[in-house]
């Protein structure tokens, strides 16, 4: 019962550098999203992906970009690190639009 | 722009107590999702809440929906230590028809002894 998983967990980064932070469920999802969380703020929405094939911009997509690999699979890149993208980043997979969503475990990034 | 709120975002309270958590927002959605976070950990779903009028209940924990007032609140009753936590609600959309929930800022509940 692995759900929504994350890698990797815990990250630093030195500002200009790139990564890709990678996310995978096993529930048959069709949608899947990046939200990051910053302290004191609830979670703000990156990316989404609806369907396989397709992807979407969410609230604050600005330094990231995102690939829907398979059913499965969602990955989000941050091409050039910068501070300001110091968070937790938390990837989640809903089977219908108005079902509840199923969150992974986070990957608490820091940008130096 | 879409906005959720929640009141109080910090509450510390004694175990045994009974308290009320205020969620409005400004859409007209009518579906509105619960969260428990514990610190260092993921989000973890309490009440999915999907029509007007709609009632959740489990445990010490009550979720309701009015929609015509865009109002959700969380009760507590008789809280115990194990309560303690970050709660979210959150709302269908965005605000720029994207897909995705918009969620409160969290409300911190401390239950002390």
């Known amino acids: 019962n692995a759900g929504v998983t994350q890698t990797p967990k815990f990250q630093v980064l030195k500002t200009g550098q790139s990564m890709t932070l990678q996310c995978a469920q096993d529930m048959n999802h069709n949608s899947m999203y990046w939200y990051r969380q910053d302290p004191g703020m609830g979670l703000r929405l990156i990316y989404y992906?609806?369907?396989?094939?397709?992807?979407d911009k969410g609230e604050v997509p600005n330094g990231y970009n995102v690939s829907r690999l398979n059913k499965r699979e969602f990955s989000l890149r941050l091409e050039s690190a910068a501070p300001s993208q110091t968070s937790v980043y938390f990837c989640?997979?809903?089977?219908?639009?108005?079902?509840?969503?199923?969150f992974g475990q986070g990957t608490r990034l820091t940008v130096v | 722009e879409l906005k959720v709120e929640q009141n109080p975002l910090f509450l510390s309270m004694q175990e045994g107590k009974n308290y009320t958590i205020y969620c409005n927002y400004s859409?007209?959605?009518?579906?509105l999702y619960w969260y428990r976070q514990d610190p260092g950990k993921s989000l973890e779903s309490l009440f999915v809440?999907?029509?007007?009028?709609a009632v959740k209940q489990e445990g010490r924990l009550m979720a309701s929906l009015d929609t015509k007032a865009r109002l959700s609140t969380l009760h507590i009753t008789a809280a115990v230590h194990d309560l303690s936590a970050t709660y979210f609600c959150a709302v269908d959309g965005t605000g720029g028809g994207a897909d995705g929930l918009t969620f409160g800022k969290g409300t911190h509940l401390i239950i002390q002894p």
């Open positions: 992906s609806a369907s396989e094939g397709t992807t």
């Open positions: 989640a997979s809903t089977p219908t639009r108005d079902s509840r969503a199923f």
């Open positions: 809440l999907l029509s007007n009028g």
């Open positions: 859409t007209t959605s009518d579906r």
